[in-house]
């Protein structure tokens, strides 16, 4: 889990992805992801980019599909970021495959939550 950092440790790089689903209004995205990065603050990483994926409904694989985990996985490299924070529910078997494909730790928004407090 991402531990509180003292002020001696540096802050860890933390990517936000969001998944707009139908019926979803952009804006109620965009407001969800600006929480979950209040809480990322919180939990003491610092947020270094986002992501918002448009899906008909969630990939049963990564919860993104294989195009938008990949795009992650490069914001990821390049941006030296070790921790991906989805703001949906994912199944394990979800979390374990998107970990294996961004490169990074990958914690859902329970976790994360569960993680502060």
Known sequence: ???????????????LV??????????????SLEELALLARTAGAEV?????????SLDPATGVGKGKAEEIA???REGGIGLVLFD???TPAQLRNLQDAVGAR???RTELILSVF
Request: net charge negative.
């Open 48 to 56: 270094s980019g986002e992501a918002i994926a448009r899906r008909r």
């Open 106 to 108: 990958v914690l859902d």
């Open 88 to 90: 949906e529910d994912l």
């Open 74 to 76: 490069r914001s990821v």
């Open 18 to 31: 969001g998944i707009e689903l139908p019926g979803a209004e952009r804006w109620a995205v965009k407001d």
């Open 1 to 15: 889990m991402l531990a509180l950092r003292t002020n001696n440790e540096p802050a860890e790089r933390a990517f």
